[in-house]
Nanobody
């Protein structure tokens, strides 16, 4: 079992920024692919950003150019910098890891483990 702990969510005005962080106590992340997903009200969870163990990245069209995923293997963390946030970005954001397929950069592939999520609300 892998424990993933997200932090950094909150309330932000449209056009603002937030930085989410994900830690994995006791589990080295350096050999895995990491992902951020979100689930908005009444919607299914969707992947919005993926980073492989070799730092190749992929983004959903809805966040491309606004969100940046990064990893710090020395700190064993992955982050999601979110800029130009809009009300439609309101969702619970989840950190996930692909241990079985660390090369998989796809936005529709499986994620082996998810964290508990952190709420992001974009509203004036």
């Amino acid at each position: 079992q892998v424990q993933l702990v997200e932090s950094g969510g909150g309330l932000v005005q449209p056009g603002g920024s937030l930085r989410l962080s994900c830690a994995a106590p006791g589990t080295p992340l350096s050999s895995t692919a990491m992902a951020w997903g979100r689930q908005g009200p009444g919607k299914q969870r969707e992947l919005v950003a993926v980073i492989t163990r070799f730092e190749f990245t992929n983004y959903a069209d809805s966040v491309k150019g606004r969100f940046t995923i990064s990893r710090d293997d020395a700190k064993n963390t992955v982050e999601l910098q979110m800029n130009s946030l809009q009300p439609e970005d309101t969702a619970v954001y989840y950190c996930g890891t692909r241990i079985s397929q660390p090369w998989d950069i796809g936005l529709d592939g499986d994620v082996d483990y998810w964290g508990q999520g952190t709420q992001v609300t974009v509203s004036s």
